[in-house]
């Protein structure tokens, strides 16, 4: 028995999640894309360009590749002479560079 609220185990006869108050079900409910997790994240390229960001992540939607433009907002980049960094989830990082290098980016 699982509680779908919070996914923990619980031996049979009980009916109710003692943390969450929701009723137990069979068997473990499956991960959904609302779940919370941990992803380490590393930077692979940064760049001022708002085509570059724009190219480089209409490429990594088509390839699934799951990243993130940290200070993308080009007010920041333009007026506060910041830049925006490339994130990569860690297991995906050598895949994302060498599509970049494949499109010129390293």
Do not use: H, W
């Amino acid at each position: 028995m699982f509680c779908p609220k919070c996914g923990i185990e619980y031996r049979e006869g009980f009916y109710k999640c003692a943390d969450c108050g929701v009723d137990l079900v069979e068997g473990q409910p499956p991960d959904t894309e609302d779940d919370v997790r941990y992803v380490e994240m590393v930077e692979i390229f940064s760049t001022y360009n708002q085509g570059d960001i724009a190219f480089i992540k209409s490429v990594f939607d088509g390839e699934e590749i799951k990243y993130y433009f940290q200070g993308e907002n080009s007010n920041l980049m333009v007026g506060g002479g910041s830049y925006a960094r490339l994130l990569v989830k860690a297991d995906e990082a050598d895949r994302a560079r060498e599509i970049l290098q494949d499109l010129g980016f390293l």
